[in-house]
Protein backbone atom coordinates (compact mmCIF):
# COMPACT_ATOMS: atom_id res chain seq x y z
CA UNK A 1 0.00 0.00 0.00
CA UNK A 2 0.72 3.54 -1.19
CA UNK A 3 -0.11 7.05 0.24
CA UNK A 4 -0.47 9.20 -2.40
CA UNK A 5 -1.20 12.91 -2.01
CA UNK A 6 -3.76 14.31 -4.14
CA UNK A 7 -4.09 17.63 -5.52
CA UNK A 8 -7.12 18.77 -7.87
CA UNK A 9 -9.02 21.97 -9.05
CA UNK A 10 -12.31 23.25 -7.29
CA UNK A 11 -13.92 23.27 -10.49
CA UNK A 12 -16.53 19.91 -10.97
CA UNK A 13 -15.56 18.82 -14.59
CA UNK A 14 -12.44 18.38 -12.77
CA UNK A 15 -12.82 17.08 -9.34
CA UNK A 16 -15.11 14.05 -10.29
CA UNK A 17 -12.20 12.38 -12.81
CA UNK A 18 -9.95 12.84 -9.50
CA UNK A 19 -12.45 11.35 -6.87
CA UNK A 20 -12.96 8.53 -9.80
CA UNK A 21 -9.36 7.92 -9.57
CA UNK A 22 -8.95 7.92 -5.86
CA UNK A 23 -11.42 5.43 -5.52
CA UNK A 24 -9.83 3.02 -8.35
CA UNK A 25 -6.48 3.67 -6.30
CA UNK A 26 -8.54 2.47 -2.99
CA UNK A 27 -9.72 -0.33 -4.48
CA UNK A 28 -5.64 -1.21 -5.74
CA UNK A 29 -4.94 -1.21 -2.16
CA UNK A 30 -3.40 2.27 -1.76
CA UNK A 31 -4.24 5.24 0.19
CA UNK A 32 -5.03 8.32 -1.60
CA UNK A 33 -5.90 11.58 0.49
CA UNK A 34 -6.96 14.78 -1.65
CA UNK A 35 -5.35 17.94 0.47
CA UNK A 36 -6.35 21.12 -0.53
CA UNK A 37 -7.96 24.74 1.40
CA UNK A 38 -11.37 23.65 3.59
CA UNK A 39 -13.81 24.83 0.60
CA UNK A 40 -12.20 22.17 -1.86
CA UNK A 41 -11.78 19.30 0.86
CA UNK A 42 -15.59 20.10 1.95
CA UNK A 43 -16.90 18.98 -1.30
CA UNK A 44 -14.90 15.99 -1.21
CA UNK A 45 -17.29 12.78 -0.63
CA UNK A 46 -17.37 11.21 2.49
CA UNK A 47 -15.44 7.80 1.34
CA UNK A 48 -12.63 10.05 0.04
CA UNK A 49 -10.01 10.83 2.71
CA UNK A 50 -8.88 14.25 2.78
CA UNK A 51 -6.46 16.66 4.71
CA UNK A 52 -7.40 20.55 5.03
CA UNK A 53 -4.20 22.99 5.17
CA UNK A 54 -3.68 26.64 4.65
CA UNK A 55 -6.91 27.61 7.21
CA UNK A 56 -5.36 30.96 7.39
CA UNK A 57 -4.80 31.55 4.32
CA UNK A 58 -8.00 30.60 2.70
CA UNK A 59 -10.58 30.52 5.83
CA UNK A 60 -14.01 28.84 4.69
CA UNK A 61 -15.85 30.91 1.53
CA UNK A 62 -12.65 32.28 0.53
CA UNK A 63 -11.98 29.64 -2.42
CA UNK A 64 -15.66 30.21 -3.14
CA UNK A 65 -15.50 33.82 -3.71
CA UNK A 66 -12.72 33.72 -5.64
CA UNK A 67 -13.75 31.16 -8.16
CA UNK A 68 -17.81 32.75 -8.45
CA UNK A 69 -16.36 34.73 -11.17
CA UNK A 70 -15.93 31.35 -13.43
CA UNK A 71 -19.43 31.07 -14.09
CA UNK A 72 -19.76 34.57 -15.93
CA UNK A 73 -16.40 35.30 -17.98
CA UNK A 74 -17.99 37.86 -19.13
CA UNK A 75 -15.94 40.95 -18.36
CA UNK A 76 -12.45 42.12 -18.14
CA UNK A 77 -12.99 42.24 -14.34
CA UNK A 78 -14.34 38.75 -14.51
CA UNK A 79 -11.13 37.45 -16.54
CA UNK A 80 -8.56 39.44 -14.26
CA UNK A 81 -10.42 38.08 -11.13
CA UNK A 82 -9.97 34.70 -12.50
CA UNK A 83 -6.32 35.43 -13.01
CA UNK A 84 -5.76 36.39 -9.54
CA UNK A 85 -7.68 33.12 -8.48
CA UNK A 86 -5.40 30.57 -10.62
CA UNK A 87 -2.36 33.07 -9.14
CA UNK A 88 -3.38 32.79 -5.21
CA UNK A 89 -3.86 28.94 -5.64
CA UNK A 90 -1.05 28.08 -7.27
CA UNK A 91 0.87 29.99 -4.23
CA UNK A 92 -1.34 28.52 -1.98
CA UNK A 93 0.05 24.76 -2.71
CA UNK A 94 3.39 26.23 -2.82
CA UNK A 95 3.30 27.05 0.81
CA UNK A 96 1.26 24.28 2.39
CA UNK A 97 1.58 21.16 0.25
CA UNK A 98 5.48 20.61 0.74
CA UNK A 99 4.50 19.93 4.42
CA UNK A 100 1.35 17.77 4.08
CA UNK A 101 3.07 15.62 1.95
CA UNK A 102 5.89 14.93 4.75
CA UNK A 103 2.81 14.87 7.25
CA UNK A 104 1.27 12.44 5.99
CA UNK A 105 4.01 10.50 4.61
CA UNK A 106 2.99 10.25 0.55
CA UNK A 107 5.38 7.79 -1.50
CA UNK A 108 3.95 10.17 -4.22
CA UNK A 109 1.65 12.98 -5.96
CA UNK A 110 -1.19 13.05 -8.12
CA UNK A 111 -2.06 16.24 -9.10
CA UNK A 112 -4.44 18.46 -12.13
CA UNK A 113 -2.00 19.79 -14.85
CA UNK A 114 -4.00 22.87 -14.00
CA UNK A 115 -2.25 22.93 -10.48
CA UNK A 116 1.64 23.51 -11.21
CA UNK A 117 2.12 24.91 -7.94
CA UNK A 118 1.86 21.35 -6.98
CA UNK A 119 3.75 20.35 -9.85
CA UNK A 120 6.88 22.22 -8.85
CA UNK A 121 6.35 20.86 -5.17
CA UNK A 122 6.57 17.27 -6.42
CA UNK A 123 9.67 17.66 -8.31
CA UNK A 124 11.37 19.40 -5.87
CA UNK A 125 10.02 16.73 -3.16
CA UNK A 126 11.19 13.98 -5.53
CA UNK A 127 14.96 14.79 -5.45
CA UNK A 128 14.64 15.70 -1.45
CA UNK A 129 12.50 13.06 -0.46
CA UNK A 130 12.32 10.38 -3.21
CA UNK A 131 8.55 11.48 -3.84
CA UNK A 132 7.55 9.84 -6.66
CA UNK A 133 5.87 12.65 -9.36
CA UNK A 134 2.54 12.02 -11.53
CA UNK A 135 0.44 14.87 -13.40
CA UNK A 136 -2.90 14.24 -14.85
CA UNK A 137 -4.75 16.04 -17.48
CA UNK A 138 -8.22 15.63 -16.18
CA UNK A 139 -9.53 18.33 -19.08
CA UNK A 140 -7.65 19.34 -22.17
CA UNK A 141 -3.96 18.13 -21.85
CA UNK A 142 -1.94 21.69 -20.94
CA UNK A 143 1.40 20.15 -22.26
CA UNK A 144 3.25 23.00 -24.66
CA UNK A 145 4.64 22.38 -28.12
CA UNK A 146 5.80 24.52 -30.87
CA UNK A 147 2.88 22.72 -33.40
CA UNK A 148 0.38 22.89 -30.78
CA UNK A 149 -1.89 26.24 -30.59
CA UNK A 150 -2.17 27.66 -26.90
CA UNK A 151 -5.56 25.67 -25.37
CA UNK A 152 -7.22 28.68 -24.87
CA UNK A 153 -7.98 29.46 -28.77
CA UNK A 154 -9.57 27.78 -31.52
CA UNK A 155 -6.84 27.88 -33.61
CA UNK A 156 -6.82 24.39 -35.87
CA UNK A 157 -3.45 22.87 -35.56
CA UNK A 158 -0.53 23.96 -37.95
CA UNK A 159 2.70 21.75 -38.16
CA UNK A 160 5.04 24.35 -40.29
CA UNK A 161 7.28 27.37 -39.24
CA UNK A 162 4.32 29.49 -39.44
CA UNK A 163 2.21 27.50 -36.93
CA UNK A 164 4.79 27.95 -34.60
CA UNK A 165 5.51 31.21 -34.95
CA UNK A 166 1.74 32.50 -34.88
CA UNK A 167 1.52 29.98 -31.23
CA UNK A 168 4.42 31.23 -29.89
CA UNK A 169 3.69 34.72 -29.79
CA UNK A 170 0.39 33.65 -28.49
CA UNK A 171 1.78 31.95 -25.79
CA UNK A 172 4.37 34.88 -24.57
CA UNK A 173 0.40 36.47 -24.18
CA UNK A 174 -0.71 33.51 -22.65
CA UNK A 175 2.83 34.21 -20.19
CA UNK A 176 2.21 38.00 -19.75
CA UNK A 177 -1.68 36.93 -18.98
CA UNK A 178 -0.58 34.75 -16.33
CA UNK A 179 2.54 36.84 -14.83
CA UNK A 180 1.48 36.70 -11.21
CA UNK A 181 1.58 32.71 -11.47
CA UNK A 182 4.52 32.57 -13.30
CA UNK A 183 6.44 34.47 -10.90
CA UNK A 184 5.10 32.58 -7.56
CA UNK A 185 6.50 29.42 -9.78
CA UNK A 186 9.59 30.77 -9.95
CA UNK A 187 10.18 31.61 -6.69
CA UNK A 188 8.60 28.07 -5.78
CA UNK A 189 11.50 27.01 -8.44
CA UNK A 190 14.38 28.13 -6.60
CA UNK A 191 13.22 27.29 -3.60
CA UNK A 192 13.79 23.61 -4.85
CA UNK A 193 16.87 24.02 -6.45
CA UNK A 194 15.04 23.87 -10.19
CA UNK A 195 15.85 25.64 -13.06
CA UNK A 196 15.70 25.76 -16.87
CA UNK A 197 17.78 24.53 -19.61
CA UNK A 198 19.62 27.03 -22.04
CA UNK A 199 18.82 27.29 -25.30
CA UNK A 200 14.38 27.17 -24.99
CA UNK A 201 12.58 29.57 -27.03
CA UNK A 202 11.10 32.86 -25.52
CA UNK A 203 7.99 31.56 -25.08
CA UNK A 204 9.67 28.60 -22.87
CA UNK A 205 11.55 30.64 -20.79
CA UNK A 206 9.08 32.14 -18.39
CA UNK A 207 7.83 29.39 -15.68
CA UNK A 208 4.17 28.30 -16.65
CA UNK A 209 1.99 24.91 -16.48
CA UNK A 210 4.34 23.49 -18.41
CA UNK A 211 6.80 23.31 -15.85
CA UNK A 212 4.63 21.48 -13.48
CA UNK A 213 4.11 18.75 -15.56
CA UNK A 214 5.65 15.18 -14.60
CA UNK A 215 8.81 14.58 -16.75
CA UNK A 216 8.37 10.85 -16.07
CA UNK A 217 4.34 10.30 -15.70
CA UNK A 218 2.55 12.75 -17.33
CA UNK A 219 -1.03 11.28 -17.76
CA UNK A 220 -4.20 12.40 -19.48
CA UNK A 221 -7.71 10.89 -18.86
CA UNK A 222 -8.30 11.79 -22.95
CA UNK A 223 -7.99 10.47 -25.54
CA UNK A 224 -5.22 10.87 -29.04
CA UNK A 225 -7.81 10.90 -31.75
CA UNK A 226 -9.41 14.32 -29.49
CA UNK A 227 -5.88 15.97 -29.45
CA UNK A 228 -3.34 17.56 -31.93
CA UNK A 229 -0.32 15.64 -33.27
CA UNK A 230 2.43 15.59 -30.45
CA UNK A 231 6.34 14.57 -30.58
CA UNK A 232 5.40 13.95 -26.89
CA UNK A 233 2.41 13.31 -25.42
CA UNK A 234 0.78 12.33 -22.23
CA UNK A 235 -0.22 8.75 -21.93
CA UNK A 236 -3.49 8.61 -22.85
CA UNK A 237 -5.39 6.51 -20.51
CA UNK A 238 -9.28 7.38 -21.70
CA UNK A 239 -12.38 8.47 -19.55
CA UNK A 240 -11.83 8.06 -16.09
CA UNK A 241 -15.74 6.52 -15.45
CA UNK A 242 -17.29 4.76 -12.26
CA UNK A 243 -19.96 2.29 -13.35
CA UNK A 244 -22.60 4.14 -10.48
CA UNK A 245 -23.92 7.44 -10.62
CA UNK A 246 -25.95 9.33 -8.10
CA UNK A 247 -27.97 10.87 -10.91
CA UNK A 248 -31.49 10.23 -12.55
CA UNK A 249 -31.16 8.57 -15.94
CA UNK A 250 -33.12 7.69 -18.99
CA UNK A 251 -35.95 6.03 -16.72
CA UNK A 252 -36.60 9.83 -15.13
CA UNK A 253 -37.16 11.21 -18.52
CA UNK A 254 -39.64 8.82 -19.80
CA UNK A 255 -42.90 9.76 -19.20
CA UNK A 256 -41.73 12.86 -20.73
CA UNK A 257 -40.61 11.59 -24.48
CA UNK A 258 -42.63 11.82 -27.15
CA UNK A 259 -41.43 9.43 -29.47
CA UNK A 260 -38.53 11.94 -31.53
CA UNK A 261 -34.95 10.74 -31.32
CA UNK A 262 -32.88 12.85 -28.52
CA UNK A 263 -30.59 15.54 -28.27
CA UNK A 264 -28.45 16.06 -25.56
CA UNK A 265 -27.91 20.04 -24.66
CA UNK A 266 -25.63 20.74 -21.92
CA UNK A 267 -23.47 23.94 -21.25
CA UNK A 268 -21.92 21.96 -18.42
CA UNK A 269 -22.01 23.06 -14.61
CA UNK A 270 -20.60 26.31 -14.91
CA UNK A 271 -22.52 28.20 -18.03
CA UNK A 272 -25.92 25.99 -17.26
CA UNK A 273 -27.25 29.72 -16.70
CA UNK A 274 -27.02 30.78 -20.00
CA UNK A 275 -30.54 30.54 -21.37
CA UNK A 276 -30.33 32.84 -24.51
CA UNK A 277 -28.17 30.11 -25.72
CA UNK A 278 -29.47 26.86 -24.51
CA UNK A 279 -32.95 27.88 -25.96
CA UNK A 280 -31.31 28.51 -29.26
CA UNK A 281 -29.71 24.94 -28.92
CA UNK A 282 -32.96 23.51 -28.03
CA UNK A 283 -34.98 25.40 -31.28
CA UNK A 284 -32.18 23.68 -33.31
CA UNK A 285 -32.85 20.43 -32.31
CA UNK A 286 -36.34 20.51 -32.60
CA UNK A 287 -35.79 22.11 -36.09
CA UNK A 288 -34.22 18.91 -37.43
CA UNK A 289 -36.69 16.62 -35.67
CA UNK A 290 -34.93 15.87 -32.49
CA UNK A 291 -36.50 16.38 -28.27
CA UNK A 292 -34.22 18.39 -26.89
CA UNK A 293 -32.98 17.48 -23.37
CA UNK A 294 -31.37 19.91 -21.27
CA UNK A 295 -29.39 20.03 -18.87
CA UNK A 296 -28.08 22.73 -16.71
CA UNK A 297 -26.45 22.03 -13.79
CA UNK A 298 -28.77 23.85 -11.53
CA UNK A 299 -28.20 27.06 -12.75
CA UNK A 300 -31.41 28.03 -15.38
CA UNK A 301 -34.43 29.60 -13.64
CA UNK A 302 -36.98 31.97 -15.64
CA UNK A 303 -35.42 31.14 -18.99
CA UNK A 304 -37.20 28.09 -19.38
CA UNK A 305 -39.98 29.89 -20.93
CA UNK A 306 -38.17 30.00 -24.00
CA UNK A 307 -37.54 26.48 -24.35
CA UNK A 308 -39.79 25.12 -27.18
CA UNK A 309 -42.63 22.54 -27.01
CA UNK A 310 -41.75 19.09 -25.96
CA UNK A 311 -38.32 20.15 -24.58
CA UNK A 312 -36.98 18.01 -21.31
CA UNK A 313 -35.45 20.37 -18.99
CA UNK A 314 -33.67 19.07 -15.53
CA UNK A 315 -30.57 20.07 -13.00
CA UNK A 316 -28.39 16.98 -13.45
CA UNK A 317 -28.87 13.43 -15.50
CA UNK A 318 -26.45 10.36 -15.89
CA UNK A 319 -24.69 12.01 -18.75
CA UNK A 320 -23.48 8.98 -19.99
CA UNK A 321 -27.37 7.28 -19.77
CA UNK A 322 -28.63 10.21 -22.43
CA UNK A 323 -25.78 9.86 -24.60
CA UNK A 324 -25.91 6.05 -25.33
CA UNK A 325 -29.84 6.59 -26.60
CA UNK A 326 -28.88 10.23 -28.41
CA UNK A 327 -28.44 11.17 -31.95
CA UNK A 328 -26.19 14.50 -31.31
CA UNK A 329 -25.20 16.41 -29.42
CA UNK A 330 -25.26 19.54 -29.06
CA UNK A 331 -22.84 20.84 -26.15
CA UNK A 332 -20.62 23.72 -24.84
CA UNK A 333 -17.24 21.39 -26.11
CA UNK A 334 -16.30 20.95 -22.38
CA UNK A 335 -13.79 18.01 -22.28
CA UNK A 336 -15.97 16.11 -20.14
CA UNK A 337 -18.81 16.16 -22.22
CA UNK A 338 -16.91 15.61 -25.40
CA UNK A 339 -15.23 12.73 -24.24
CA UNK A 340 -18.32 11.03 -23.21
CA UNK A 341 -20.66 11.72 -26.63
CA UNK A 342 -17.42 10.05 -28.16
CA UNK A 343 -17.38 6.80 -26.06
CA UNK A 344 -21.20 7.50 -26.42
CA UNK A 345 -20.80 7.27 -30.31
CA UNK A 346 -22.90 10.64 -30.81
CA UNK A 347 -21.76 13.33 -33.69
CA UNK A 348 -21.55 16.37 -31.91
CA UNK A 349 -22.16 20.50 -32.34
CA UNK A 350 -20.02 22.52 -30.29
CA UNK A 351 -20.58 26.03 -28.86
CA UNK A 352 -17.41 26.99 -27.64
CA UNK A 353 -18.39 29.99 -24.57
CA UNK A 354 -15.00 29.99 -22.50
CA UNK A 355 -11.87 28.58 -21.31
CA UNK A 356 -10.44 25.73 -23.29
CA UNK A 357 -13.65 24.98 -25.13
CA UNK A 358 -12.86 26.76 -28.57
CA UNK A 359 -9.69 24.39 -28.37
CA UNK A 360 -11.47 21.18 -27.76
CA UNK A 361 -13.87 22.28 -30.52
CA UNK A 362 -11.18 22.69 -32.93
CA UNK A 363 -9.95 19.12 -31.88
CA UNK A 364 -13.33 18.10 -33.06
CA UNK A 365 -13.81 19.12 -36.28
CA UNK A 366 -10.15 17.96 -36.72
CA UNK A 367 -11.24 14.45 -36.07
CA UNK A 368 -13.89 14.99 -38.12
CA UNK A 369 -16.75 14.17 -35.04
CA UNK A 370 -18.40 17.34 -35.57
CA UNK A 371 -19.25 20.73 -36.35
CA UNK A 372 -18.23 24.14 -34.62
CA UNK A 373 -21.12 27.22 -34.20
CA UNK A 374 -19.61 30.52 -32.62
CA UNK A 375 -22.07 31.36 -29.48
CA UNK A 376 -21.89 35.43 -30.94
CA UNK A 377 -23.87 36.78 -33.49
CA UNK A 378 -27.40 36.57 -35.15
CA UNK A 379 -29.66 33.56 -36.09
CA UNK A 380 -27.71 31.40 -33.52
CA UNK A 381 -31.03 28.53 -33.54
CA UNK A 382 -30.47 28.70 -37.30
CA UNK A 383 -26.68 27.81 -37.89
CA UNK A 384 -27.19 25.87 -34.94
CA UNK A 385 -29.57 23.59 -37.35
CA UNK A 386 -27.72 24.00 -40.50
CA UNK A 387 -24.83 22.28 -39.10
CA UNK A 388 -26.81 19.99 -37.10
CA UNK A 389 -28.10 18.81 -40.47
CA UNK A 390 -24.22 18.04 -41.87
CA UNK A 391 -23.41 16.34 -38.76
CA UNK A 392 -26.69 13.89 -39.32
CA UNK A 393 -26.10 13.29 -42.70
CA UNK A 394 -22.62 13.09 -43.53
CA UNK A 395 -21.51 9.75 -43.92
CA UNK A 396 -17.89 10.47 -42.92
CA UNK A 397 -18.98 12.22 -39.68
CA UNK A 398 -20.59 8.35 -39.02
CA UNK A 399 -17.32 6.74 -39.84
CA UNK A 400 -15.09 9.13 -37.71
CA UNK A 401 -17.46 8.76 -34.87
CA UNK A 402 -17.30 5.16 -35.40
CA UNK A 403 -13.50 5.07 -35.34
CA UNK A 404 -13.56 7.61 -32.00
CA UNK A 405 -16.10 5.65 -29.66
CA UNK A 406 -13.87 2.10 -30.82
CA UNK A 407 -10.79 4.34 -29.13
CA UNK A 408 -12.79 5.04 -25.98
CA UNK A 409 -14.23 1.99 -25.50
CA UNK A 410 -10.60 0.26 -26.18
CA UNK A 411 -8.56 2.70 -23.67
CA UNK A 412 -7.80 1.37 -20.13
CA UNK A 413 -9.30 4.47 -18.58
CA UNK A 414 -9.15 3.82 -14.42
CA UNK A 415 -7.49 0.24 -14.84
CA UNK A 416 -4.59 1.75 -16.80
CA UNK A 417 -4.36 4.65 -14.12
CA UNK A 418 -4.42 2.42 -11.32
CA UNK A 419 -1.03 0.00 -13.72
CA UNK A 420 0.30 3.24 -14.29
CA UNK A 421 0.56 4.05 -10.86
CA UNK A 422 1.61 0.72 -9.52
CA UNK A 423 4.46 1.14 -12.43
CA UNK A 424 5.83 4.41 -11.16
CA UNK A 425 5.73 3.52 -7.32
CA UNK A 426 7.76 0.02 -8.35
CA UNK A 427 10.63 2.14 -10.89
CA UNK A 428 13.60 3.89 -10.32
CA UNK A 429 12.81 7.26 -8.97
CA UNK A 430 14.43 9.34 -11.92
CA UNK A 431 14.39 12.87 -11.61
CA UNK A 432 15.63 16.16 -13.73
CA UNK A 433 15.95 19.66 -12.57
CA UNK A 434 15.52 21.05 -16.49
CA UNK A 435 11.34 22.33 -17.57
CA UNK A 436 12.58 21.78 -21.21
CA UNK A 437 9.58 18.93 -22.40
CA UNK A 438 12.31 18.22 -26.05
CA UNK A 439 13.02 14.90 -25.94
CA UNK A 440 16.13 14.88 -24.48
CA UNK A 441 14.78 16.37 -21.38
CA UNK A 442 11.75 14.40 -21.13
CA UNK A 443 12.47 11.16 -19.11
CA UNK A 444 10.00 8.04 -19.51
CA UNK A 445 11.98 4.73 -19.36
CA UNK A 446 11.47 2.08 -16.67
CA UNK A 447 7.93 4.12 -15.65
CA UNK A 448 5.57 3.56 -18.23
CA UNK A 449 4.32 0.07 -18.15
CA UNK A 450 4.56 -1.58 -21.29
CA UNK A 451 0.63 -2.43 -22.15
CA UNK A 452 0.42 1.35 -22.16
CA UNK A 453 3.40 2.29 -24.28
CA UNK A 454 3.97 3.26 -28.39
CA UNK A 455 -0.15 5.25 -27.87
CA UNK A 456 -0.38 7.18 -31.16
CA UNK A 457 0.12 10.93 -30.74
CA UNK A 458 -2.65 12.23 -32.41
Known amino acids: MAILALVTLPLSGHMRPMIAAARALQQAG ?77 SAILHDQLEPGAGIVARGLSCTLGVRHISLACALPMNREAAVPPPFLGWRYRAGPFGAWLNGGYYNVVNWMLTKQGRALEAGARRFGLSKPEGLLDWQRPWSVDDGLSRTTDLSQGLASLD ?32 RPLAFISLGTLMGGRGRVLGAMARAATQRGLQPVVVHGGRLSGAKADMPRGTIIRDFLDQRAILSDASAAIIHGGYNSTIDAVAAGVPMITVPLAFEQGAIAARVERAGLGRTVGAIGPSLSQRIALALGDVLDDPAVKRAVRRAQFEALAAPGLAGLVATVDAALDGPNMTHTGSSRTGSHRLTGGIIPSPLKGQPAG
Not at 38 to 46: E, G, H, I, Q, W
Not at 94 to 101: G, S
Not at 235 to 259: K, M, Q
Open 228 to 259: FPRKHPPIYLGPFREESTDFPGLDDIAPERDG
Open 30 to 106: HRPIVIGPTDLTARVPKDVETRTVGLSDMPPGHLDDMCACLTRMQSLKDMTQMLNAVAALTQFYLDHLPAAVEAIGA
